[in-house]
């Protein structure tokens, strides 16, 4: 063929390629025209829940379900299919009630109606129980949104999975209630009982009795067997409490370190005096052992009548403790009546001893200042040198003699005289502290204050005026409060917190689940460290009981980017535990014991003298 002839079928061929092209086009356009096609904005206005929404909820990590006017299932997402158990295919148009329940927390009833009266409202948030048809059930934060698509009504459910988090608040609640090693009530706790009592007393005219115990000699007993050995002392008195009372009827309370109450309710006072002498007979009789030795166990009890006569918990709890120290101070194993006319209880209750033996300490100055390091856990930390420390009172005698801080720090509560205390020690530290230069990192030192001090409206004032005239660095200040005085009075608590924290310097709430512990309370108070009471961490090696609990409080502490520290780190085990856990600083024996202040200010004087872990 010739080559010119295949050139020209060629190019009909282009040409016939090109009419066709042009008249598909013509064609296509026309055709478009005649149809009106929605814009991008039409949409977006259109279709929000149906392309654009439902696409986002599938990224969501909550679970969320969507109802028709009619609260018939028409969109789960993966997250709320994988909680309910199901999927959207197999209850699509079924009613809510047949693929899962709502229960109200409390009653772990259906919530009848939930759907139905909500239809006015635009936006709900409700925290309930979610009851699955796999019988799953969970704690919930429900949102509920009320929104219109086209001309339906849509209830747009958010289901976020809050079970953790209330189980770890019940933890903590429980923690407030019941003391952990006895699982009696807490002091707090018990005062609830007694304010209700008398309550009741004053409608229905009925009485009840109030019995106080203490262990005689409690004090020289823990020094020689040591604290393990104390403990196991207060859980075996305890048992003999509840040995001898009646659970159903009667309210036992730890009230003390090694102290507790009795409410014989409704009773009359023949039968609780002689169930308080059964307690008693019952310690004296019980073979305590400790290190293959027995001791001669024995205990006191005082105790008042509560009835219409009666004005306050604090008051009657109080009045019980007057007669068992007094029943203690006639040599133990007996028991006391509170009677006011009774002159050696006048003298107990008026007892100016104290008063003088602390105001001549201020004026002698003989209180002294001890400092206790407290050491990041982390394995890269833990051997450099100590930059951080709680400063803590000590008092002596004249003759020299210790006298326990706890005694008298108790007595300066009493009596009022907590504020004057606290002065003395802002003053006396300051000007220590003043003299050390700057370095890195700068040694931070924890000053406890009172709550009598923070009540006091003049305190802030006072120790802003401290800091500036001695020049000390704010950054090296860290006050600490313990939760029940952070509680009472939670926006002047936090006015102080604020205008210290404004200066630099920082806040440590202390003794966090022996008082209110509460995580609403938590959420309300900002500071920079939460303390675990050492009450728990003492016991982490042996009590799967309190390992939870320091556990717990670690995750609620993070959970609020707080640091952690564990108070009472008396062993390498207990160490290796607290680590594990990622608990962020220890304090106690293991780590350092207490050393007066002016050994700590000499070497951080010395700024190229490193302060050492010293193994005592």
């Known amino acids: 063929m010739d080559i010119s002839n295949i050139d020209t079928l060629l190019i009909i061929a282009i040409t016939l390629m090109l009419i066709i092209l042009v008249a598909g086009g013509v064609f296509a356009y026309m055709f478009l025209k005649q149809k009106k096609f929605p814009t991008i904005d039409e949409i977006i206005d259109k279709e929000p829940t149906e392309h654009h929404q439902e696409n986002a909820y599938k990224l969501l990590p909550e679970a969320i379900v969507i109802l028709n006017s009619s609260n018939k299932v028409i969109y789960l997402n993966v997250a709320a299919e994988d909680m309910l158990d199901c999927k959207l295919r197999s209850v699509m148009g079924k009613t809510h009630s047949d693929v899962f329940k709502l229960l109200n927390r409390e009653t772990r009833r259906v919530m009848q109606g939930f759907f139905e009266n909500s239809n006015g409202h635009e936006n709900i948030q409700k925290d309930c129980l979610l009851s699955t048809n796999a019988n799953q059930t969970y704690s919930i934060e429900l949102t509920l949104i009320n929104t219109i698509s086209g001309k339906d009504l849509r209830k747009v459910m958010m289901l976020r999975n809050i079970t953790e988090r209330k189980a770890l608040e019940s933890q903590l609640s429980n923690l407030e209630t019941y003391d952990p090693l006895t699982r009696m009530l807490t002091r707090k706790s018990f005062d609830a009982e007694i304010k209700q009592l008398i309550d009741n007393a004053h409608k229905h005219n009925s009485s009840h009795v109030l019995a106080y115990f203490s262990i005689d000699q409690f004090q020289v007993i823990n020094d020689t067997i040591g604290y393990s050995s104390g403990d196991s002392l207060i859980t075996s008195m305890a048992e003999q409490i509840k040995k001898n009372t009646n659970k159903n009827v009667d309210i036992l309370g730890k009230v003390s370190a090694n102290e507790f109450a009795v409410i014989f309710s409704e009773s009359k006072l023949p039968s609780a005096i002689k169930a308080i002498q059964n307690i008693l007979k019952s310690a004296s009789e019980f073979e305590f052992m400790s290190r293959g030795q027995q001791y001669s166990i024995t205990m006191s009890s005082g105790f008042v009548v509560v009835d219409v006569n009666t004005t306050s918990s604090t008051r009657a709890l109080s009045e019980a403790n007057t007669a068992c120290n007094l029943a203690s101070k006639r040599g133990g194993n007996r028991v006391f009546a509170y009677r006011e006319e009774n002159t050696e209880i006048q003298k107990l209750e008026g007892n100016l001893e104290w008063i003088m033996i602390l105001k001549k300490a201020l004026q002698e100055n003989r209180f002294r200042m001890h400092a206790q390091a407290i050491q990041p856990l982390k394995k890269e930390e833990y051997e450099k040198p100590f930059h951080h420390y709680e400063l803590l009172i000590r008092l002596s005698d004249e003759k020299g003699n210790p006298i326990s801080p706890a005694e008298f720090i108790a007595a300066a509560e009493y009596y009022s ?69 952070a509680v009472e009075d939670l926006s002047s608590i936090n006015r102080f917190i604020a205008t210290l924290k404004a200066l630099g310097c920082k806040f440590s709430l202390d003794d966090f689940g022996t008082g209110v512990s509460s995580y609403q309370y938590l959420k309300s108070l900002d500071v920079d460290y939460l303390k675990i009471d050492g009450s728990f961490v003492k016991h982490i090696v042996n009590d799967d009981v309190a390992r939870t609990m320091v556990q717990s409080i670690n995750q609620v502490g993070h959970t609020m980017n707080l640091n952690i520290i564990a108070e009472f780190v008396e062993n390498d085990q207990i160490v290796e535990i607290l680590r594990d856990m990622g608990v962020d600083y220890g304090q106690g024996y ?18 190229e003298t490193p302060i050492m872990k010293i193994v005592s």
Do not use: Y
């Not at 205390?421 to 530290?429: A, N, P, S």
């Not at 700068?442 to 005239?469: C, H, M, R, T, Y």
């Open 590 to 607: 293991q780590i350092a014991k207490p050393r007066p202040i002016e050994e700590i200010i000499s070497n951080h004087k010395d700024a």
């Open 417 to 485: 005289m907590m504020p004057r205390l606290d002065r003395w020690v802002i003053r006396h530290v300051f000007e220590h502290l003043s003299g050390i230069p700057e370095q890195d990192p700068l040694p931070v030192f924890a000053i406890n204050l009172s709550g009598q001090s923070l009540n006091d409206p003049q305190f802030l004032n006072f120790v802003q005026k401290e800091i500036k005239s001695s020049g000390v660095h704010p950054q090296m200040l860290c006050f600490e409060i313990t939760e029940q005085v």
